[in-house]
């Protein structure tokens, strides 16, 4: 069955320091892959997308995320946290030819001062 | 910007009561979905429609059905309220099958009492 796994549930970040968060994806094929972040109370929102070419793929406020076609594998990283990063983030995907979305659990972001 | 607009932020309903949630798009997306979401369980699809009139079940449709009789509009309705629906409702929308994300609404928090 396809899936996407996020193993880390929380992670928690030094303000200022780096932060890499895990995805793999299990699809017979290359899926489109998407990274959202969702604010406490709030929708999700898109931070950025892969569908081909580079796999290093640049998103809005500060994120990339690479991806890794022999891991198997989409990280989101950003060089330098800040305080109003805390949210939670999503991993999904989807195949070509579908409108639906696979979403891992999530990974909860908390920033420490 | 694309705006998924759900019509209640916060819903208390008591059990056994019929209750819609509304969704409102003004993009012209195709797809329309919905989605609960629950701590340690991810989001959830519960059904979305790829066209006016046109339903597909999601992974939990047990106790909720749809209507879309427009395209901007999409509603999820609980035919009879039970507590174990008390959750945070997504409703999202998207373009056809492509490399497309879903836009998101902020979201109902819906608590049956």
């Known amino acids: 069955a396809q899936s996407v796994t996020q193993p880390d549930i929380h992670i928690t970040v030094s303000e200022g320091a780096s932060l890499e968060l895990r995805c793999n994806y299990s699809?017979?094929?290359?899926?489109?892959l998407f990274w959202y972040v969702q604010s406490p109370g709030q929708g999700l929102q898109l931070l950025l997308k892969?569908?081909?070419?580079?796999?290093l793929v640049q998103g809005i406020k500060g994120f990339e995320a690479e991806f890794k076609r022999s891991q198997s594998s989409f990280n989101l990283r950003k060089p330098s946290v800040h305080w109003s990063d805390a949210a939670e983030y999503f991993c999904?995907?989807?195949?070509?030819?579908?409108?639906?979305?696979?979403f891992g659990k999530g990974t909860m972001l908390l920033v420490s001062p | 910007d694309v705006k998924v607009t759900q019509s209640s932020r916060y819903l208390v309903k008591r059990t056994g009561e019929k209750v819609f949630l509304e969704c409102v798009q003004d993009?012209?997306?195709?797809?329309m979905f919905w989605y609960r979401q629950d701590p340690g369980l991810g989001l959830r699809l519960i059904y979305f429609?790829?066209?006016?009139?046109?339903?597909e079940k999601g992974d939990i449709p047990e106790g909720y059905s749809v209507s879309r009789e427009k395209k901007e509009r999409f509603s999820l309705i609980l035919e009879s309220a039970s507590t174990n629906q008390t959750s945070m409702y997504l409703c999202?929308?998207?373009f056809g099958t492509g490399n497309y994300g879903y836009t998101f609404g902020s979201g109902t928090r819906l608590t049956v009492v």
């Open positions: 999202a929308s998207s």
């Open positions: 892969y569908f081909s070419g580079d796999t």
């Open positions: 429609s790829y066209d006016v009139k046109m339903k």
């Open positions: 999904a995907a989807k195949n070509s030819g579908y409108s639906t979305l696979t």
């Open positions: 699809y017979g094929a290359t899926p489109y």
């Open positions: 993009m012209d997306h195709e797809n």
